[in-house]
């Protein structure tokens, strides 16, 4: 049975635990903070490879051998990775403070630059899918390092059933943002500035 004591006691570690600071992130393995020059720096760099990616493989992945094939996919592979390292340092800002209006903007326009960036990319998964079974099995044969790709490969080419034309995937993608993208973002930053009451006090 509970002692007045032992109550008291309860009533006062849960009190000490609402007085505990809540841990503050270090993102600065990304950028220094959100005006960081190294990010609009990374964004044109991206912007550069990805023109050059363009240049280089759009109209002709099909024709490609093993071993460029495997080129192909390592400077994809880089985009993505690059561009995924700016989105990511965005969604932790955000996420940090949801109710801070200059880090909300700041990962808003991210997330559209991100997206403008990507479009440009589509192109390479849709042809990547034209790839006839057959031919495939052939690049695989000629490239050993294209074998390490495989997994990807196959993955991506589940949904070629269902792709569509590269105009139609590219509308898609660029109503992500300001559809799907935005109804998450209001159901979060909603969220986040609910406040509950608790022993005369608010907490959010």
């Known amino acids: 049975m509970l002692s007045i004591h032992n109550i008291k006691l309860g009533i006062e570690m849960e009190k000490s635990k609402l007085k505990v600071k809540v841990p503050s992130w270090d993102l600065r393995d990304f950028y220094i903070n959100i005006d ?52 990511s340092y965005a969604t932790l800002v955000y996420a940090h403070n949801m109710n801070d209006k200059k880090g909300a903007n700041f990962y808003q326009k991210t997330q559209e630059r991100a997206s403008d960036h990507s479009k440009k990319l589509i192109f390479f998964c849709l042809e990547l899918n034209t790839i006839p079974d057959a031919q495939l099995k052939k690049l695989y044969a000629e490239s050993e390092a294209l074998k390490s790709y495989q997994a990807w490969i196959s993955d991506t080419r589940i949904y070629k ?16 943002v300001p559809s799907c993208n935005n109804w998450v973002r209001l159901y979060d930053e909603t969220f986040a500035s609910l406040t509950f009451s608790l022993r005369d006090k608010k907490y959010s």
């Open 36 to 87: 960081d020059p190294k990010i609009e720096e990374d964004f044109k760099k991206i912007s550069v490879e990805i023109d050059k990616f363009q240049r280089e493989f759009e109209g002709h992945i099909v024709n490609l051998n093993g071993k460029d094939l495997y080129q192909a996919i390592q400077s994809y592979e880089h985009i993505a990775e690059s561009l995924s390292f700016i989105t």
């Open 161 to 176: 059933s269902h792709q569509l034309d590269q105009k139609t995937e590219t509308l898609f993608h660029e109503l992500s």
